[in-house]
Protein backbone atom coordinates (compact mmCIF):
# COMPACT_ATOMS: atom_id res chain seq x y z
CA UNK A 1 0.00 0.00 0.00
CA UNK A 2 1.26 3.37 -0.68
CA UNK A 3 0.79 6.20 2.02
CA UNK A 4 3.20 8.94 0.85
CA UNK A 5 0.45 12.28 1.37
CA UNK A 6 0.12 14.33 4.53
CA UNK A 7 -2.00 17.63 3.92
CA UNK A 8 -2.59 19.04 7.64
CA UNK A 9 0.57 19.42 10.01
CA UNK A 10 2.06 22.64 12.06
CA UNK A 11 4.86 24.45 12.00
CA UNK A 12 6.08 26.66 14.83
CA UNK A 13 3.55 29.58 13.23
CA UNK A 14 0.95 28.00 15.18
CA UNK A 15 1.39 28.76 19.03
CA UNK A 16 1.52 25.04 19.09
CA UNK A 17 3.48 23.60 16.75
CA UNK A 18 7.36 23.09 17.06
CA UNK A 19 9.43 22.88 13.95
CA UNK A 20 10.15 25.64 11.40
CA UNK A 21 8.45 25.34 8.02
CA UNK A 22 11.99 23.82 6.29
CA UNK A 23 12.63 21.69 9.09
CA UNK A 24 8.76 19.97 8.29
CA UNK A 25 9.77 19.97 4.42
CA UNK A 26 12.98 17.82 5.37
CA UNK A 27 11.03 15.62 7.67
CA UNK A 28 8.68 14.70 5.56
CA UNK A 29 11.39 13.77 2.59
CA UNK A 30 13.06 11.51 4.64
CA UNK A 31 9.18 9.88 5.82
CA UNK A 32 8.75 9.70 2.18
CA UNK A 33 6.03 11.97 2.03
CA UNK A 34 5.87 13.17 -1.53
CA UNK A 35 2.49 15.59 -1.22
CA UNK A 36 2.49 18.05 1.80
CA UNK A 37 0.76 20.79 2.85
CA UNK A 38 1.51 23.20 6.16
CA UNK A 39 -1.31 23.68 7.45
CA UNK A 40 -1.30 26.47 10.53
CA UNK A 41 -3.79 27.93 12.87
CA UNK A 42 -4.87 31.10 11.23
CA UNK A 43 -1.27 31.52 9.16
CA UNK A 44 -0.31 31.84 5.68
CA UNK A 45 3.14 32.37 7.28
CA UNK A 46 5.23 28.85 6.82
CA UNK A 47 3.98 29.12 3.31
CA UNK A 48 6.74 30.90 1.28
CA UNK A 49 9.64 28.99 3.40
CA UNK A 50 8.21 25.77 2.99
CA UNK A 51 7.35 25.44 -0.70
CA UNK A 52 10.82 26.66 -1.97
CA UNK A 53 12.21 23.89 0.01
CA UNK A 54 9.98 21.26 -1.00
CA UNK A 55 10.58 22.25 -4.59
CA UNK A 56 14.23 21.90 -4.02
CA UNK A 57 13.50 18.41 -2.80
CA UNK A 58 11.21 17.36 -5.93
CA UNK A 59 7.86 17.66 -3.37
CA UNK A 60 4.67 18.41 -4.16
CA UNK A 61 3.70 21.17 -1.77
CA UNK A 62 -0.19 22.73 -1.25
CA UNK A 63 -0.58 26.19 0.06
CA UNK A 64 -2.99 25.86 3.09
CA UNK A 65 -4.25 27.44 6.29
CA UNK A 66 -6.20 26.01 8.75
CA UNK A 67 -8.71 28.68 9.85
CA UNK A 68 -10.72 28.34 13.16
CA UNK A 69 -14.48 28.91 12.86
CA UNK A 70 -18.06 28.46 14.20
CA UNK A 71 -21.29 26.92 13.41
CA UNK A 72 -24.50 26.72 15.52
CA UNK A 73 -22.23 27.57 18.41
CA UNK A 74 -19.05 24.84 17.51
CA UNK A 75 -15.58 25.84 17.06
CA UNK A 76 -14.57 23.94 13.91
CA UNK A 77 -11.58 23.54 11.96
CA UNK A 78 -11.87 24.57 8.14
CA UNK A 79 -8.13 23.89 5.78
CA UNK A 80 -7.62 26.00 2.91
CA UNK A 81 -6.34 24.42 0.30
CA UNK A 82 -4.84 26.04 -3.48
CA UNK A 83 -5.53 29.58 -1.54
CA UNK A 84 -3.58 32.95 -3.00
CA UNK A 85 -2.17 33.65 0.23
CA UNK A 86 -0.58 37.15 -0.38
CA UNK A 87 -3.71 38.60 -0.19
CA UNK A 88 -4.09 41.05 2.47
CA UNK A 89 -7.45 39.53 3.98
CA UNK A 90 -4.85 36.62 5.43
CA UNK A 91 -2.70 39.15 6.84
CA UNK A 92 -6.04 40.30 8.90
CA UNK A 93 -7.48 36.90 9.58
CA UNK A 94 -3.94 36.55 11.66
CA UNK A 95 -3.92 39.69 13.03
CA UNK A 96 -7.72 39.67 14.45
CA UNK A 97 -7.20 36.51 16.18
CA UNK A 98 -3.60 37.02 17.62
CA UNK A 99 -4.79 40.10 19.10
CA UNK A 100 -7.48 38.32 20.97
CA UNK A 101 -5.88 35.71 21.83
CA UNK A 102 -3.05 37.94 23.88
CA UNK A 103 -5.96 39.39 26.00
CA UNK A 104 -7.59 35.79 26.34
CA UNK A 105 -3.80 34.44 27.72
CA UNK A 106 -3.60 36.38 31.13
CA UNK A 107 -7.27 35.11 31.50
CA UNK A 108 -6.21 31.95 31.49
CA UNK A 109 -3.62 32.49 33.63
CA UNK A 110 -6.10 33.36 36.03
CA UNK A 111 -8.35 30.81 35.62
CA UNK A 112 -6.21 28.27 35.88
CA UNK A 113 -4.18 29.48 39.00
CA UNK A 114 -8.08 29.27 40.56
CA UNK A 115 -7.70 25.13 39.93
CA UNK A 116 -4.93 25.96 42.94
CA UNK A 117 -1.75 25.93 41.14
CA UNK A 118 0.72 29.22 40.87
CA UNK A 119 1.90 29.66 37.49
CA UNK A 120 3.60 33.49 36.07
CA UNK A 121 3.91 34.66 33.52
CA UNK A 122 7.92 34.02 33.66
CA UNK A 123 7.08 30.72 33.45
CA UNK A 124 5.18 30.87 30.23
CA UNK A 125 7.40 33.24 28.58
CA UNK A 126 10.24 30.73 28.39
CA UNK A 127 7.55 28.48 26.01
CA UNK A 128 5.96 31.63 24.03
CA UNK A 129 7.56 33.70 21.57
CA UNK A 130 4.79 36.14 21.52
CA UNK A 131 2.79 36.19 24.59
CA UNK A 132 0.05 33.90 23.75
CA UNK A 133 -0.45 31.19 26.40
CA UNK A 134 -1.81 28.39 24.97
CA UNK A 135 -3.20 25.13 27.00
CA UNK A 136 -0.55 23.01 25.57
CA UNK A 137 1.63 25.57 27.29
CA UNK A 138 -0.29 25.37 30.98
CA UNK A 139 0.12 21.59 30.82
CA UNK A 140 3.82 21.27 29.72
CA UNK A 141 4.79 23.87 32.48
CA UNK A 142 2.47 22.05 35.43
CA UNK A 143 3.58 18.97 34.28
CA UNK A 144 7.45 20.00 34.66
CA UNK A 145 6.93 21.98 38.37
CA UNK A 146 8.16 19.62 40.92
CA UNK A 147 6.26 21.03 43.41
CA UNK A 148 3.20 18.99 41.25
CA UNK A 149 4.36 16.08 41.08
CA UNK A 150 1.89 14.00 43.09
CA UNK A 151 -1.07 16.77 42.08
CA UNK A 152 -4.26 14.72 41.36
CA UNK A 153 -5.37 16.81 38.62
CA UNK A 154 -1.89 15.88 36.91
CA UNK A 155 -1.42 11.99 37.28
CA UNK A 156 -3.68 11.18 33.95
CA UNK A 157 -1.09 12.89 31.99
CA UNK A 158 1.98 11.38 33.14
CA UNK A 159 3.38 8.22 32.12
CA UNK A 160 0.84 5.42 32.76
CA UNK A 161 -2.06 7.86 32.79
CA UNK A 162 -5.11 7.57 30.97
CA UNK A 163 -3.89 10.81 29.59
CA UNK A 164 -0.29 10.26 29.00
CA UNK A 165 -0.11 9.62 25.16
CA UNK A 166 -0.37 13.29 24.07
CA UNK A 167 -0.36 14.80 27.62
CA UNK A 168 -0.09 18.36 26.16
CA UNK A 169 -2.40 18.35 24.23
CA UNK A 170 -4.99 16.09 26.26
CA UNK A 171 -4.30 18.82 29.14
CA UNK A 172 -6.03 21.65 26.80
CA UNK A 173 -8.65 19.45 25.70
CA UNK A 174 -9.65 18.19 29.31
CA UNK A 175 -9.50 22.28 30.55
CA UNK A 176 -8.99 24.83 28.13
CA UNK A 177 -11.36 23.60 25.23
CA UNK A 178 -15.00 24.84 24.79
CA UNK A 179 -17.37 23.99 27.83
CA UNK A 180 -14.01 23.52 29.94
CA UNK A 181 -13.11 25.43 33.16
CA UNK A 182 -10.46 27.68 31.32
CA UNK A 183 -12.06 27.96 28.17
CA UNK A 184 -11.70 31.77 27.22
CA UNK A 185 -13.92 32.35 23.71
CA UNK A 186 -12.61 33.78 20.77
CA UNK A 187 -15.18 35.48 18.71
CA UNK A 188 -14.00 33.44 15.20
CA UNK A 189 -15.52 33.85 11.54
CA UNK A 190 -18.78 31.62 10.98
CA UNK A 191 -18.84 28.70 9.48
CA UNK A 192 -20.41 30.38 6.11
CA UNK A 193 -17.58 33.30 6.20
CA UNK A 194 -14.54 30.92 6.44
CA UNK A 195 -15.98 29.07 3.32
CA UNK A 196 -16.67 32.41 1.39
CA UNK A 197 -12.94 33.30 2.12
CA UNK A 198 -11.35 30.36 1.14
CA UNK A 199 -13.57 30.34 -2.05
CA UNK A 200 -13.08 34.02 -2.59
CA UNK A 201 -8.91 33.64 -2.83
CA UNK A 202 -9.51 30.79 -5.38
CA UNK A 203 -9.31 27.67 -2.74
CA UNK A 204 -10.97 24.61 -1.43
CA UNK A 205 -12.58 24.48 2.06
CA UNK A 206 -12.61 20.76 3.86
CA UNK A 207 -13.50 20.36 7.10
CA UNK A 208 -10.85 19.31 9.40
CA UNK A 209 -11.08 16.15 11.61
CA UNK A 210 -14.71 15.77 12.03
CA UNK A 211 -14.86 13.11 14.73
CA UNK A 212 -13.29 15.62 16.78
CA UNK A 213 -15.00 18.77 16.16
CA UNK A 214 -18.90 16.89 15.75
CA UNK A 215 -18.35 13.57 18.25
CA UNK A 216 -21.95 12.89 18.46
CA UNK A 217 -22.85 15.08 16.16
CA UNK A 218 -22.15 13.45 12.67
CA UNK A 219 -25.24 14.35 11.13
CA UNK A 220 -24.37 18.02 11.18
CA UNK A 221 -22.15 17.29 8.91
CA UNK A 222 -25.40 17.28 6.01
CA UNK A 223 -26.71 20.35 7.18
CA UNK A 224 -23.30 21.86 6.23
CA UNK A 225 -22.99 20.94 3.62
CA UNK A 226 -25.48 23.43 2.03
CA UNK A 227 -23.02 25.97 2.40
CA UNK A 228 -20.25 24.66 0.49
CA UNK A 229 -17.65 22.18 1.66
CA UNK A 230 -15.37 20.58 -1.25
CA UNK A 231 -13.87 18.32 0.94
CA UNK A 232 -13.51 16.45 4.01
CA UNK A 233 -10.37 15.69 6.15
CA UNK A 234 -12.07 11.90 6.60
CA UNK A 235 -8.39 9.82 6.76
CA UNK A 236 -7.14 11.57 10.19
CA UNK A 237 -5.35 10.46 13.01
CA UNK A 238 -8.10 10.73 15.32
CA UNK A 239 -10.54 9.11 13.72
CA UNK A 240 -11.56 4.83 14.36
CA UNK A 241 -12.02 2.97 11.15
CA UNK A 242 -15.61 3.66 11.86
CA UNK A 243 -15.12 7.03 11.66
CA UNK A 244 -12.91 6.92 8.78
CA UNK A 245 -15.43 4.95 6.44
CA UNK A 246 -18.31 6.97 7.83
CA UNK A 247 -16.90 10.11 6.27
CA UNK A 248 -15.29 7.86 3.15
CA UNK A 249 -19.06 7.23 2.48
CA UNK A 250 -19.93 10.97 3.03
CA UNK A 251 -17.36 12.37 0.52
CA UNK A 252 -18.79 9.68 -2.22
CA UNK A 253 -22.31 11.12 -1.19
CA UNK A 254 -21.99 14.28 -1.87
CA UNK A 255 -18.89 13.79 -4.61
CA UNK A 256 -16.52 16.23 -2.61
CA UNK A 257 -12.64 15.02 -1.71
CA UNK A 258 -11.72 12.94 1.18
CA UNK A 259 -8.55 14.47 1.87
CA UNK A 260 -5.96 12.81 4.48
CA UNK A 261 -3.72 14.70 7.18
CA UNK A 262 -1.82 13.44 10.28
CA UNK A 263 -2.13 16.85 12.07
CA UNK A 264 1.36 16.68 13.18
CA UNK A 265 2.69 19.29 15.58
CA UNK A 266 5.71 18.01 16.98
CA UNK A 267 5.86 18.03 21.13
CA UNK A 268 2.30 18.86 22.06
CA UNK A 269 1.29 15.53 19.86
CA UNK A 270 4.24 12.95 20.50
CA UNK A 271 1.97 9.86 19.82
CA UNK A 272 1.49 11.43 16.22
CA UNK A 273 4.11 10.71 13.51
CA UNK A 274 4.15 12.60 10.08
CA UNK A 275 1.79 10.59 7.47
CA UNK A 276 0.14 8.78 9.85
CA UNK A 277 -3.69 9.46 8.84
CA UNK A 278 -5.24 6.58 9.34
CA UNK A 279 -5.91 6.46 5.58
CA UNK A 280 -6.43 2.20 4.94
CA UNK A 281 -6.39 2.76 0.94
CA UNK A 282 -3.81 2.94 -1.04
CA UNK A 283 -3.08 7.12 -1.48
CA UNK A 284 -2.95 7.43 -5.65
CA UNK A 285 -6.80 8.15 -5.77
CA UNK A 286 -6.02 10.96 -3.28
CA UNK A 287 -3.60 12.59 -5.86
CA UNK A 288 -5.42 12.00 -8.52
CA UNK A 289 -8.41 14.13 -6.64
CA UNK A 290 -5.91 16.62 -5.68
CA UNK A 291 -4.98 16.88 -9.76
CA UNK A 292 -8.85 17.28 -10.80
CA UNK A 293 -9.12 19.97 -8.37
CA UNK A 294 -6.70 21.72 -9.74
CA UNK A 295 -4.15 21.53 -6.43
CA UNK A 296 -1.19 19.84 -7.97
CA UNK A 297 -0.19 19.21 -11.15
Not at 250 to 255: A, D, V
Request: some cysteine; proline content about 3%.
Amino acid sequence: MKNYIDLHMHSMYSDDGEYTPKQLVEMCHEKGIRIMAIADHNSVMAIDEASQKAQELGMQYIPAVEIDCTYEGINLHVLGYGIDYKHEDFVKLEENVLNQELACSMKKLELTNQLGFKVTKKDLDQLSSNGVYTGEMFGEVLLGKEEYKDHELLKPYREGGDRSDNPYVNFYWDFYAQGKPCYTEIVYPSLKETITLIHKHGGKAVLAHPGNNLKGKFEIFDEMMKLGYDGVECFSNYHTSDTVEYFFNKGKEYGIMTTCGSDFHGKTKPAIDLGECRCPYDEEFIEEVLIYNGLIR
